[in-house]
């Protein structure tokens, strides 16, 4: 259950650290995840909802790309306008457009390319890692996601934001 | 039969489970997730897995029975079911998906038949289980809280 944090901070126990995100972060922050399998997507959800997020989630990248306002029928119309969510996390598999194209749309986009983008995957494979990570990705997690890997995730968040 | 033995018996058959590799840490992890507020996630997400499994099953079957195997369609089908098998902490079927796979890399139409009769039969074994530790789960805290009002004088 290893995950890269760009950074080079490989994350230690943070034992002060309040649970709850509403606290750390003063809302709750909005969650955009993505994953093709629905019991995933149902844990990933649940996950995220226990640790205080907003959370939307979609079924493929272009679901999600719709949802952030970047479909192909939508072009510019983002111009000027916040980002809709705190966080995007997607599977890397999934069919039609991998985790690792909809991280290339988002960083291409000049209104979202801030927006920090989490790659889960079920396989432990370095040159995907790292190719993931190079195209900004501020995390790659293993599958299955535990409890403490979302933990994990917030302080990693909370050190990003600041 | 009383609270105590009705929680022994659950924790029993739960130790069990995973004794015997039908369940691994992950399925702890889903119990963790549920709390006062989804006192059914469990069961819930488990009942997404079997129905989702069945879907894929008789996919893969329908997709071996072709004349021309499609070894991309099926080792795709593989990986969900590797994954939700995974998710929920089902080990043994996850690891006959992990067999099937390598069997779609080699286009071993034998390998896959083979494999395809083993994640059933795995699957079926699990559901069993399942539904039998499911009979017998834990009441919620709040049945808890009125069983032993009533049980204890």
């Known amino acids: 259950m290893l995950y890269q944090i760009m950074d080079g901070d490989y994350g230690g126990s943070c034992g002060g650290c309040s649970e709850d995100m509403t606290v750390e972060f003063g809302y709750e922050p909005h969650v955009l995840a993505v994953d093709d399998n629905l019991i995933d997507r149902t844990l990933v959800e649940k996950l995220l909802k226990n640790s205080s997020c907003k959370v939307t989630t979609a079924e493929n990248g272009l ?3 719709e949802f952030l ?5 939508q072009r510019n119309s983002l ?3 916040v980002s809709k969510v705190n ?4 599977d890397y598999c999934m069919p039609g457009m991998t985790g690792y194209e909809l991280l290339k749309k ?11 983008v989490v790659i889960m995957s079920s396989e432990n494979i370095p040159t995907r890692i790292n190719q993931c990570l190079e195209e900004g990705a501020q995390m790659f997690m293993l ?3 535990k409890q403490s890997d979302v933990k994990q995730l917030k302080r990693h968040l909370m050190k990003y934001r600041s | 039969m009383d609270l105590v033995q009705l929680q022994r018996q ?9 004794h015997e590799g039908f369940l691994d840490e992950q399925f702890t992890q889903l119990q963790e997730l549920q709390d006062e507020n989804n006192p059914d996630f469990v069961v819930e997400v488990v009942s997404l897995f079997f129905e989702d499994s069945e879907r894929l099953l008789n996919e893969l079957a329908r997709a071996l029975e072709q004349q021309n195997i499609d070894y991309k369609r099926i080792d795709a089908h593989v990986h969900q079911l590797k994954g939700s098998s995974s998710s929920i902490g089902a080990q043994r079927v996850q690891k006959v998906c992990i067999a099937f796979r390598n069997y779609c890399e080699e286009q071993n139409v034998e390998g896959c038949l083979k494999c395809l009769q083993q994640v059933r039969h795995e699957y079926s074994l699990v559901k069993t289980k399942l539904e039998s530790l499911f009979q017998v789960r834990l009441p919620c805290r709040r049945e808890i809280f009125f069983l032993s009002k009533k049980v204890l004088p």
């Open chain 1, 143 to 145: 599958k299955p996601l």
């Open chain 1, 63 to 65: 679901r999600a790309l």
């Open chain 1, 79 to 81: 111009e000027g306008t």
């Open chain 1, 69 to 73: 306002g970047l479909g192909s029928d």
């Open chain 1, 87 to 90: 966080l995007v996390i997607t």
């Open chain 1, 106 to 116: 988002i960083k291409e986009s000049s209104v979202l390319k801030e927006v920090p």
């Open chain 2, 10 to 18: 659950f924790v029993d058959y739960k130790t069990s489970l995973y």
